[in-house]
């Protein structure tokens, strides 16, 4: 039964890809600036950016140009950057990493501390706790993220020197031999204590800072779902059998509750991708975001596609296993 | 940032409309609104911050002591005092007098964009449940790969293509927002269509639009409601952050995100330039979530019954 | 359950916290650090004349040197060179005994490989080789140049033709790139530093390169790291804790507080960029002169110079900056008067303005968006509206190339490609350059203008070529196709121990390490 439900969501994910991409080669169109202009370069004559216009197939009608690309793209080639040369798959393979590690830290701190807030709030509705993880849930969305990450640099950084500005190692320190692309991860199969040490510390500013809006949305979430398990029968039945408080709630309802977050933690790793650019500017990250930025910036377009790309595919595939997993939890769920 | 409650906001589906009409309908309303208030006293403060920022909007030339975009040379940079409360910026201009106006901007801003997304996402959902079948797929489809798209870089594109303004800032927010409520009211209208009332309702031989009109939209109307405001606020900040990085409006306009953008390189001499419009930014959403988290249990019956 | 995750928590913090106070700095006394905003994301030489690339000076070597205190070309890797008579054959005399950093010796066929290489890209100095219609390798260090006609400016342009070396170029060449992907991350040349190490967008190291042809008698600077760091308040803070030598890219805000802070110094240098808003002539009204003179002169020059530049720029004279050859200081200086202005766009048949123009600026500058605003309230009196539009540099570059773009009016900069006044006039505002470089923004030109800077580009003469470029000067003002506001300042904040910086015209906003010091820096 799963298994044919995961290969129609493969199917699936073959069908957003072609929905990506074409949505990208229509913008691209619709985008006044010549691409071919655009890669020749602000010193190219007009005879060089025909040439390259040739070269790059962009002479060509539109449909044709997106059949190539497809055609290439599942030979696994995404073409070349039209900024540094390279093509795109080396690109992606470099900053890719480096926004997966700032993702996977983000996710975890906010779990820790949203799930704990939620349960809080919903045992004790309008109690002062309550109030208070709620405006904190508040507060977490409504600050704006590049703000709140100037100013943790500046009390941090700036003033109580407990964490380092930003970047992902100390200056002094040379990364790790590479294997995942993940500084955490290549120090710790290089043994390297020290590299390891450095690296999780300098997560720990643009991981937290980049957490807090999710654990509004997580802890908000966590209190609703509590709120409705609290209200179910056997957590009534539960009560009257007089188990302790801590016991139903801990136990009964927590694992319930849990269920609601968990499915929304795929929706919340693209909503992190896709929100990299701001605080990875901050702390000098080196991830996607800055990959994405410069891309459209300079309008780089093989690139916008290989990262919208890799986006989509991230927030595909999590989603699916988000609902692999909920099914396993959740046995009464069929597909 | 993109966010999708649909999971959550589908907690009034088990009360069908006739239910709050029997009684006087103004003085149920406030009742339940004063119960709510008695357990979600955040609420208040919500319901508060935002009534004072339409205030600030709607009065904004009378509040206002300054030209907001009037520049002078010889007032630059000044620190807050009684004269400029918020300070002034590089160009001499009035910082609380920006902040005013930019209320009347992210309001815009705010009802614009979630109002196109709303009206986009409900057609499309609506259509997508009422049709079933094969166009409920491919229409959930479409949805989907819009979803998948990373909307920084979507609205990004978007923007780039029209270029950079405030309008072609809010019509590219408005291009990612609408797959949330597409989904929520698909959803809502799924499990209004099979409520035994509405059976019921087709059974005397109600018309197909008489139902959708009388029985399937009002309950759609709850959710959505708390939907927008939660929305409301985040569409601000991502409006807030296309301005940030040069995208959205452009000077001299004085918008919130780009007032803390061309102020962020003076966080450490002038902190109050890039400071007070990030309150302000900060203040209506705040306000917003408050609110849209007191419409939600104002709209739940089972708190209602808890404390009433 | 609620209470572990809640012991989780503070647990985490105090193991975070103990990594956080292990976390320490190592030995940098021989290693200078710098902060800068914009990232380079390549050590290909040919990027070396715009803002892209400011690093590959230290990795490479020119033919021939500028330098700004004699004003004059001065000997590099071409120890010598000679021009004929009539300005169509170059020969130059290399240095034997220099090496690339692999280990290879340059010889004249690199020189030859990296002319070549430059014009079939098309970028950076191409522009000034393309008139070179044959090299010859007339032994292994000796080359001669034959040009289709004769170019004043050829030997001025040189300084930004770094020698790239040719075996490794062409080991590393992936699908006929010349090598541009795998210049991304690495060096091809044989200057004083190498690049050994690239964290993307984070941090760029280079080490001395030992066996430098210069050699290293009385030089200290070991290792440089450059640190990618795109907010100027993070800058400061890293400046303010010790953890950065020089700061590329101080913001303005930050400059009153640097001034007055013993411990730094701050270095003003004037350059020869110039900000100016260019008119597009074919623009109705900006058609007539008298609209584009009226516009001029209701620009606030002060305002910029002072809230833009905190008095550390200069009132511009003309399209030629002040510190070039033949630039002519008999032409009138510009002057803000309102009143005047209103007369001459009355004169024009616009009395009251009642035109929007549409201006393309560059987002995230800072100067630009001061002068702008300024704009917007100065013109605004005339009548004139004003419809901002931000773009990126490629992007606004390539709307001033196309003739059918939309922007009235772009505020950019004159930022010239060498060091030749001639030069610079010829590729801002001779018709030849019109849609073929982004300079010519304004689609202007005359052919008064035409003639004069043709027989500049051949002329030896330099009491000749002087009378023509400044008689130029004076025919493009009278025409105002732009507005020159002011002569852009280049700001950076170092530390006192940091000795030996100064500015060069021929390579913008560089630094020249191999002829720095730290002296004293613990």
Same mark, same amino acid.
């Given at each position: 039964m799963?298994?044919?439900y995961?290969?129609?969501r493969?199917?699936?994910?073959v069908?957003v890809i072609v929905?990506?991409?074409?949505l990208l ?9 010549d691409?071919?202009?655009?890669a020749?370069?602000?010193?190219a004559?007009?005879k060089?950016?025909?040439n390259?216009?040739?070269?790059l197939?962009l002479?060509?009608?539109a449909y044709?140009?997106y ?9 696994g080639?995404l073409?070349?950057?039209?900024r ?10 470099s900053?890719?990493?480096a ?9 975890l701190?906010?779990?820790l501390?949203?799930?704990?807030f939620g349960?809080l709030?919903a045992?004790k509705?309008?109690?002062?706790a309550?109030?208070?993880?709620r ?10 993220l590049?703000?709140?990450?100037l ?5 941090f950084y ?5 964490l ?5 190692l ?15 991860i290549?120090?710790?199969l290089?043994?390297?204590?020290l590299?390891?040490k450095d690296?999780l510390v300098?997560l720990i500013?643009p991981?937290?800072v980049m957490?807090?809006?999710e654990?509004?949305?997580?802890s ?9 398990v ?7 039945t ?7 408080e801590?016991?139903v709630?801990?136990k009964h309802a927590?694992r319930?509750a849990?269920l609601?977050?968990l ?7 693209g909503? +992190?991708?896709g929100?990299t =650019?701001?605080v990875?500017? *901050? @702390?000098?990250?080196?991830g #996607?975001?800055f990959l994405?930025?410069? /891309?459209i910036?300079k309008?780089?377009f093989?690139? +916008?596609?290989?990262?919208a =790309?890799?986006?989509?595919? *991230? @927030?595909?595939?999590?989603? #699916?296993l988000v609902d692999?997993?909920y /099914? ?8 | 940032m993109k966010?999708?409650n ?7 589906r ?6 709050t009409?029997?009684?006087?309908r103004?003085g ?5 609104i004063?119960?709510t208030l008695?357990f979600?006293?955040l609420g ?5 911050l ?5 205030l600030?909007?709607i009065?904004a030339?009378?509040?206002?002591p300054y030209d907001?975009s ?7 940079l000044?620190p ?6 918020f300070?002034t ?9 920006r902040?005013?106006y930019?209320a009347?901007?992210?309001l815009?801003v705010?009802?614009v964009v979630?109002?196109?997304a709303a009206s986009?996402?409900a057609?499309i959902?609506?259509?997508a449940?009422?049709c079933?079948g ?7 489809r479409?949805t ?24 072609s800032?809010m019509l ?10 597409a989904?929520?009211?698909r959803?809502q209208v ?7 009332y509405?059976?019921?309702a087709?059974?005397?031989?109600a018309?197909r639009?008489?139902i959708?009109?009388?029985h399937i939209l009002?309950?759609c ?7 927008v405001?939660?929305d409301?606020?985040?569409?601000v900040l ?5 301005s940030f990085i040069g995208?959205g409006?452009q000077?001299p306009t004085?918008?919130w995100?780009?007032m803390v953008s061309e ?7 002038q902190?109050?330039?890039p400071?007070?419009p990030?309150l302000a ?5 705040v306000?917003?979530?408050l609110?849209?988290?007191f419409?939600?249990d ?7 019954g808890r404390?009433? | 359950m609620?209470?572990r995750?809640?012991?989780?928590l503070?647990i985490g913090?105090l193991v975070?916290a103990?990594?956080a106070?292990?976390?320490g700095a190592g030995?940098?006394?021989?290693t200078?650090v ?12 040919i990027?070396?004349?715009s803002d892209?690339n ?5 990795a ?11 004003k004059a ?9 000679e021009?004929?008579?009539d300005?169509?054959t ?6 034997e005994?220099?090496t690339f ?8 066929s ?5 002319v070549?290489r430059?014009?079939?890209?098309g970028?950076?100095v191409?522009r000034?080789l393309?008139n070179?219609?044959?090299i010859?390798?007339?032994?292994d260090?000796?080359i001669r ?14 300084p930004a033709?770094?020698?790239v070396?040719?075996?490794g ?5 992936v ?8 210049l991304r ?6 200057g004083?530093y190498e690049v050994?190490?690239n964290?993307?967008?984070?941090r760029t190291?280079?080490t ?8 290293w ?5 070991e290792k440089?790291i450059?640190l990618?760091i ?12 010790g953890?950065?030598d020089?700061?590329?890219q101080p913001s303005?805000?930050?400059l ?7 411990d ?7 350059t ?6 260019s008119?597009r002539?074919?623009h109705?009204p900006?058609d ?7 516009l001029?002169?209701?620009i606030?020059?002060d ?6 530049y ?6 511009a004279?003309?399209?030629v ?5 033949y630039h002519?200081?008999g ?10 202005a ?5 004169d024009?048949?616009y009395?009251?303005g009642?035109?929007?123009?549409k201006?393309s600026?560059?987002s995230?500058?800072?100067d630009?968006?001061?002068?702008l605003?300024m704009?917007q309230?100065?013109?605004g009196?005339?009548?004139v509206g004003i419809?901002?539009m931000?773009?990126?540099w490629?992007a ?8 059918t773009?939309?922007?009235d009016?772009y505020?950019n900069?004159?930022w010239?490609?060498?060091i030749?006044?001639?030069q610079?006039?010829?590729e801002?505002?001779?018709g030849?350059?019109k849609?073929i470089?982004d300079n010519n923004?304004s689609?202007?030109?005359d052919?008064g203008?035409d003639?004069?800077?043709?027989a500049a580009?051949?002329e030896?003469?330099?009491a000749?070529l002087?009378?023509i ?6 025919l493009i ?10 002569e852009?300042p280049?700001?950076l904040?170092?530390?006192p121990y940091?000795?030996?910086y100064?500015?060069?015209?021929a ?5 020249d ?8 820096k613990?």
């Amino acid at each position: 039964m799963i298994l044919r439900y995961v290969l129609r969501r493969c199917i699936f994910l073959v069908f957003v890809i072609v929905g990506v991409t074409g949505l990208l080669f229509l913008i691209t169109y619709s985008i006044p600036a010549d691409p071919a202009r655009v890669a020749a370069g602000p010193g190219a004559t007009p005879k060089q950016v025909e040439n390259l216009r040739q070269k790059l197939g962009l002479d060509r009608p539109a449909y044709v140009q997106y059949l190539t690309y497809m055609k290439n793209l599942f030979r696994g080639d995404l073409g070349k950057s039209t900024r540094t040369k390279k093509p795109v798959i080396e690109e992606l393979k470099s900053y890719l990493p480096a926004s997966l590690e700032l993702m996977v830290a983000a996710m975890l701190i906010n779990v820790l501390i949203a799930v704990p807030f939620g349960v809080l709030s919903a045992v004790k509705p309008g109690h002062l706790a309550d109030s208070v993880s709620r405006l904190f849930a508040a507060l977490g969305m409504g600050l704006p993220l590049f703000w709140v990450a100037l100013l943790a640099q500046f009390i941090f950084y700036g003033k109580l020197h407990v964490l380092p500005f930003g970047g992902r190692l100390s200056t002094s320190l040379l990364p790790p031999a590479h294997f995942t692309g993940s500084f955490i991860i290549d120090a710790l199969l290089a043994g390297d204590w020290l590299l390891f040490k450095d690296a999780l510390v300098h997560l720990i500013l643009p991981a937290t800072v980049m957490a807090l809006p999710e654990i509004a949305v997580t802890s908000r979430l966590m209190r609703s779902s509590m709120l409705e398990v609290l209200g179910q029968d056997y957590i009534r039945t539960a009560r009257s059998k007089g188990l302790p408080e801590r016991l139903v709630v801990g136990k009964h309802a927590l694992r319930n509750a849990v269920l609601v977050p968990l499915t929304m933690v795929g929706m919340q790793v693209g909503w +992190i991708l896709g929100n990299t =650019l701001l605080v990875e500017t *901050v @702390f000098s990250w080196g991830g #996607l975001g800055f990959l994405a930025f410069n /891309a459209i910036y300079k309008l780089d377009f093989p690139v +916008i596609m290989g990262v919208a =790309l890799v986006m989509c595919f *991230v @927030f595909v595939i999590l989603n #699916l296993l988000v609902d692999i997993l909920y /099914a396993y939890i959740d046995p009464r769920i069929l597909y | 940032m993109k966010r999708d409650n649909s999971k959550t906001t589908d907690v009034v589906r088990h009360s069908p409309p006739e239910a709050t009409q029997s009684r006087g309908r103004m003085g149920d309303l406030l009742r339940r609104i004063r119960i709510t208030l008695r357990f979600n006293r955040l609420g208040a403060v919500g319901l508060f911050l935002i009534l004072c920022l339409i205030l600030v909007a709607i009065f904004a030339p009378l509040i206002a002591p300054y030209d907001p975009s009037k520049l002078n040379i010889q007032e630059r940079l000044q620190p807050p005092s009684i004269r400029h409360l918020f300070g002034t910026d590089a160009a001499g201009r009035d910082v609380f007098s920006r902040v005013v106006y930019g209320a009347r901007i992210s309001l815009r801003v705010a009802v614009v964009v979630v109002a196109i997304a709303a009206s986009v996402g409900a057609a499309i959902g609506m259509t997508a449940a009422l049709c079933g079948g094969l166009i409920d797929e491919a229409l959930m489809r479409f949805t989907d790969i819009f979803l998948a798209f990373p909307p920084l870089i979507l609205a990004m594109a978007v923007n780039a293509g029209l270029g950079p303004g405030i309008e072609s800032a809010m019509l590219a927010v408005a291009v990612t927002w609408w797959t949330g409520y597409a989904r929520m009211i698909r959803g809502q209208v799924m499990t209004t269509k099979n409520n035994l009332y509405v059976d019921g309702a087709r059974a005397i031989g109600a018309s197909r639009g008489r139902i959708l009109v009388r029985h399937i939209l009002p309950n759609c109307i709850g959710p959505t409601t708390v939907e927008v405001t939660l929305d409301a606020g985040a569409v601000v900040l991502t409006v807030a952050g296309l301005s940030f990085i040069g995208l959205g409006v452009q000077p001299p306009t004085p918008e919130w995100g780009a007032m803390v953008s061309e102020g962020h390189g003076y966080i450490l001499t002038q902190w109050w330039w890039p400071t007070f419009p990030g309150l302000a930014l900060c203040w209506m959403v705040v306000g917003l979530n408050l609110v849209g988290d007191f419409l939600r249990d104002l709209l739940d019956p089972r708190l209602q019954g808890r404390s009433g | 359950m609620k209470c572990r995750f809640f012991n989780l928590l503070v647990i985490g913090g105090l193991v975070l916290a103990v990594f956080a106070a292990a976390a320490g700095a190592g030995e940098l006394s021989n290693t200078l650090v710098i902060a800068q905003a914009e990232y380079t994301f390549s050590f290909d030489a040919i990027y070396n004349w715009s803002d892209v690339n400011r690093m590959s000076r230290l990795a490479y070597d020119p033919l021939v040197q500028y330098d700004p205190t004699a004003k004059a070309i001065v000997p590099c890797v071409a120890k010598r060179w000679e021009i004929s008579e009539d300005g169509l054959t170059y020969t130059f005399w290399l240095e034997e005994g220099i090496t690339f950093h692999d280990g290879s010796d340059l010889t004249a066929s690199d020189v030859k490989y990296t002319v070549e290489r430059t014009v079939a890209i098309g970028e950076g100095v191409s522009r000034f080789l393309e008139n070179i219609t044959h090299i010859e390798e007339i032994n292994d260090y000796t080359i001669r140049f034959e040009l289709g006609r004769a170019d004043s400016s050829l030997i001025e342009a040189l300084p930004a033709l770094y020698i790239v070396n040719e075996d490794g170029a062409k080991a590393n060449e992936v699908d006929g790139d010349w090598a541009q992907a795998y210049l991304r991350d690495n060096d091809l040349g044989s200057g004083p530093y190498e690049v050994i190490l690239n964290l993307l967008e984070q941090r760029t190291v280079f080490t001395k390169f030992d066996a430098y042809w210069k050699g290293w008698e009385g030089r200290n600077i070991e290792k440089v790291i450059w640190l990618w760091i795109a907010e100027s308040a993070t800058q400061r803070l890293m400046f303010e804790n010790g953890e950065v030598d020089i700061a590329m890219q101080p913001s303005m805000a930050d400059l009153p507080y640097f001034e007055t802070d013993p411990d730094t110094v701050v270095h003003s240098s004037a350059t020869p960029i110039i900000l100016m808003t260019s008119f597009r002539v074919i623009h109705k009204p900006l058609d007539d002169v008298r609209v584009r003179q009226a516009l001029a002169m209701a620009i606030d020059y002060d305002y910029v110079l002072d809230v833009a530049y905190l008095g550390y720029g200069k009132l511009a004279q003309g399209p030629v900056p002040s510190t070039f050859t033949y630039h002519n200081d008999g032409l009138p200086l510009p002057t803000f008067d309102l009143d005047a202005a209103k007369q001459l766009l009355a004169d024009a048949g616009y009395p009251g303005g009642g035109f929007t123009l549409k201006l393309s600026y560059e987002s995230g500058q800072e100067d630009k968006v001061r002068t702008l605003e300024m704009l917007q309230e100065t013109w605004g009196e005339l009548g004139v509206g004003i419809e901002p539009m931000a773009a990126d540099w490629m992007a606004q570059a390539s709307m001033q190339l196309d003739a059918t773009s939309e922007p009235d009016v772009y505020l950019n900069y004159i930022w010239p490609s060498g060091i030749n006044s001639a030069q610079l006039l010829y590729e801002f505002y001779s018709g030849a350059v019109k849609g073929i470089y982004d300079n010519n923004s304004s689609y202007w030109s005359d052919p008064g203008v035409d003639r004069l800077l043709h027989a500049a580009m051949a002329e030896a003469d330099p009491a000749t070529l002087a009378g023509i470029v400044k008689e130029a000067q004076e025919l493009i003002v009278e025409a105002a196709p732009a507005a020159w506001i002011a002569e852009v300042p280049y700001v950076l904040v170092a530390r006192p121990y940091v000795k030996g910086y100064s500015y060069n015209p021929a390579h913008q906003q560089t630094l020249d390490v191999y002829n720095m010091r730290l002296e004293g820096k613990e």
